[in-house]
């Protein structure tokens, strides 16, 4: 079997964002660590697969479980909910009474930014710009790249991806730096997915992504839906959150 560029660099993503976590994890080795990546992996896969679901089922004239599977391509944020969910559950399970967010948040933005070169090097560029780090490709590669139609145009294009590479190496960055400096528990790894809402939600006008309704692509209408939630949940735990409960949580 041949493993293509992207799930290549999938791959190599969780590898990734696996080492970070070992690295930068250690309260969390031995009390239960190995249990929280596999059920986040796992629901993470789920909810990716679900994410992008709806356009196999569009397309396929016999769809089945194995053909989503296989050809249903990948979401990057339902990955993202499916694996807070399922980490959310598994420490249910374990009864984990800690705080994970911060140990997960560089893994999380680590892996993203591998696993975006994949993204970049296979699926649509962008839409056209006169921005002089555009980006053209050859009709050759244009004809590899599915649902590109300005690849084909041979115009330049945004690099949308590589914006997205450089908002996680950068908040990686972040994310080190000020991990377990605020008062509520994870909130850092909480900040992180609300400033990767807000880039992605922009982002999206400039990737391409087809309408789903009201001029705004599937992701934007999700974001929409996703983000004011996790926001009045974030500033609710604020509030409630005694100061000192990140030491205790630790």
């Known amino acids: 079997?041949?493993?293509?560029?992207?799930?290549?660099?999938?791959?190599?993503?969780?590898?990734?964002?696996?080492?970070?976590?070992?690295?930068?994890?250690?309260?969390?080795?031995?009390?239960?660590?190995?249990?929280?990546?596999?059920?986040?992996?796992?629901?993470?896969?789920?909810?990716?697969?679900?994410?992008?679901?709806?356009?196999?089922?569009?397309?396929?004239?016999?769809?089945?479980?194995?053909?989503?599977?296989?050809?249903?391509?990948?979401?990057?944020?339902?990955?993202?909910?499916?694996?807070?969910?399922?980490?959310?559950?598994?420490?249910?399970?374990?009864?984990?009474?800690?705080?994970?967010?911060?140990?997960?948040?560089?893994?999380v933005a680590s892996g993203l930014a591998v696993g975006r070169i994949g993204c970049f090097l296979t699926e649509q560029i962008g839409t056209p710009t006169a921005l002089p780090w555009g980006i053209t490709v050859s009709p050759e590669?244009?004809?590899?790249?599915?649902?590109?139609?300005?690849?084909?145009?041979?115009?330049?294009?945004?690099?949308?991806?590589?914006?997205?590479?450089?908002?996680?190496?950068?908040?990686?960055?972040?994310?080190?730096?000020?991990?377990?400096r605020l008062a509520v528990p994870g909130g850092v790894f909480k900040l992180y997915l609300l400033a990767y809402a807000v880039f992605r939600f922009g982002v999206e006008y400039v990737r391409d992504n087809p309408d789903l309704a009201w001029e705004l692509s599937g992701s934007q209408i999700f974001l929409l839906i996703t983000v004011p939630i996790a926001t009045a949940v974030y500033l609710w735990k604020r509030h409630t959150t005694p100061p000192l409960a990140l030491e205790a949580a630790r």
């Not at 290549?8 to 970070?20: C, E, N, S």
């Open 141 to 180: 590669v244009a004809a590899t790249m599915p649902y590109c139609p300005s690849c084909a145009l041979g115009v330049p294009m945004h690099p949308s991806f590589l914006y997205e590479i450089v908002f996680h190496v950068v908040a990686l960055v972040l994310l080190i730096r000020f991990a377990g």
């Open 1 to 107: 079997m041949t493993v293509g560029t992207h799930d290549l660099f999938v791959v190599l993503g969780v590898i990734a964002a696996f080492i970070v976590l070992w690295i930068r994890g250690k309260p969390l080795r031995g009390r239960g660590m190995a249990s929280l990546v596999a059920g986040g992996l796992f629901t993470g896969a789920v909810f990716a697969k679900l994410g992008t679901g709806w356009q196999y089922l569009a397309r396929s004239d016999d769809p089945t479980l194995l053909g989503l599977w296989l050809e249903g391509g990948q979401s990057v944020l339902g990955g993202l909910a499916g694996a807070y969910l399922g980490v959310v559950v598994t420490k249910k399970v374990i009864g984990y009474q800690g705080s994970t967010g911060d140990w997960f948040a560089p893994a």
